[in-house]
């Protein structure tokens, strides 16, 4: 048996690495930058730019089975918000904040790269 490396894995199953670090950073009411996160992923250069795809999947599980939006830690460095959500009022992105880190994240289990397309196609963002 060996051990598989997330930098190994093709982009579709990034989520699942992505999921790990936001429940640790939930569990320590903690946000993460746009660029943290791609350097603690090792993903591309570190600018950030690249992980937005891998939230997706992220929203769409939370969405579809009405949990927190977990992937709203990760945020901007000029508006400590969501990319998607800069124009939103700072007062709403906090009260979906603070709903993620009080939700019990490890007493779930983590979601497949199926999980996520499942509750993709399920809101329709991917074809059924």
Wanted: hydrophobic share 35%; proline share 9%.
């Amino acid at each position: 048996m060996s051990v598989t490396r997330f930098r190994d894995l093709d982009n579709e199953e990034r989520p699942r690495q992505a999921w790990t670090i936001l429940c640790s950073l939930a569990d320590q009411h903690k946000t993460i930058y746009y660029h943290e996160m791609a350097e603690r992923m090792k993903w591309a250069d570190g600018s950030g730019r690249p992980i937005g795809p891998m939230l997706g999947p992220i929203n769409a599980f939370c969405q579809a089975n009405y949990l927190p939006p977990l992937a709203e830690l990760v945020v901007t460095v000029a508006h400590g918000k969501p990319g998607y959500r800069e124009d939103d009022p700072m007062g709403d992105v906090l009260i979906d904040r603070e709903e993620v880190f009080n939700y019990d994240w490890y007493a779930i289990s983590p979601p497949t790269t199926e999980d996520y397309r499942e509750a993709m196609r399920s809101l329709g963002w991917i074809p059924a």
